[in-house]
């Protein structure tokens, strides 16, 4: 079924109204009716089955059938913060990110990263990326969309608060037999829990970055043995985390 | 330190002889002399740390100083067979996936794959993607080059043989909760076991593909419960697969 995220200030107590790009989407592209079921987002209370009731030029009213209970969330809020890349690394990294969960992504400029954001730049990439996050989560049917923020320094990143982890993915552990395994990060991690993450460039963190991370309390994090690009490392992440948290029940 | 694949009839006892494209690679590219350490790998043999001897126009000699113990390959030996899919995702789903680990993948026509390749085309791709792979397989640090093999046919690869499990990514899956878990699935593969896992394309298995699947002895496997595209199934299934087998040490 369709799906949009619909602002919280066009929703009533038993109906919903739709206006924007979205009414020209269920009129015109997918020739919905009146009396026709969307599922309608609220970005708090989440998904409603609504049914369509009028259509106009510039607005569409549902009414309410029932609110959905459907538990497609990660049970824990991980902010992805990823260093500037070369291309489109980014762009895949928000598509990807959002179907495996993530809550939130930070864009950061690390030492070594290749790509440069200047003011104006910066603030037109985030609108990009707000798309991306946004088109990802209604076809991946997720609740909320995954907010990106305004670029941030690595500075910003050490000094962030109100998270219960903070890690950081370093390659050099992958080469290293001996480092503490993902399992004993992840399952240490709980319902409800705050997680940010942090990743590095292609060239990977510099080690002044490294100490200041450890300086800053941050756990380094192990992705299996293989070296992975940049922009892979986040969707292991992430599918571990998944995996640990949503698809663990049984032997 | 960079890192080489030599076919097998280029290796001797002490040494092993460098041709084609990578005599110009070590030689101009990276501007390396006699001295210099490079890491050679044998299709079956693995990694070697070897010193260069000898460089002409033609070819680059190099002697063996050790056999490396890396430990870098996935223990379980996995196929990855992915739909046709629109654009560039095949190419995504090799890199990707090579980083992840992968042992082999092999492109496939869905009942609902967009994309057609023709004879022609058919052979053009494999290379390509060939390509990408021996390049995925020197990032990310891997001892061996994941094979792309030809165009299958869905009738083909239901008649596999070989494998000691079969699996396909069920999208519906994601919307059941009640259904198995992949930590179920997963945990039962033991190091050295041969897998096999099909990913439909955008639009999903048909149901009959569905039937078939289950009618040829293939487990369905569930991904999270949030609706993944075609080429982010295989990452959150290798990433698991990993997770599970390599970082799974503590607790």
Known sequence: MQRYFIPAEHWNKDYVTIKGKDVHHISRVMR??????IVCIHPHDGPALTKIENITEESISCNIVEWLDEDRELPVDVTVAQSLGKGDKLELVVQKGTELGAARFI???????????????????????????????EQSERSF???????????????????????????DEARQRSS?????????????????????????????????FRA???LSVRLGPRILRMETAPFYFLSSLSY????????
């Open 216 to 218: 800053s309390g941050f």
């Open 32 to 37: 919905m009716e009146i009396g026709s079921s």
């Open 107 to 137: 864009p950061y400029a690390a030492d070594r990263s290749v790509a440069k954001w200047d003011h104006k730049k910066a603030k037109k990439k985030v609108e990009r990326l707000q798309k991306i996050s946004k088109e990802a989560s």
């Open 145 to 171: 969309i995954p907010e990106v923020t305004p670029l941030h320094s690595l500075k910003e990143l050490m000094e962030i608060e109100g998270y219960d982890w903070c890690f950081f993915g370093y390659a």
């Open 180 to 212: 503490t395994s993902l399992k004993t990060r992840l399952s240490k991690v709980k319902t409800g829990d705050k997680v940010l993450v942090v990743f590095g460039p292609e060239g990977g963190f510099s080690e002044n970055e490294v100490q200041q």
């Open 244 to 251: 640990q948290l949503e698809e663990n029940e049984g032997d």
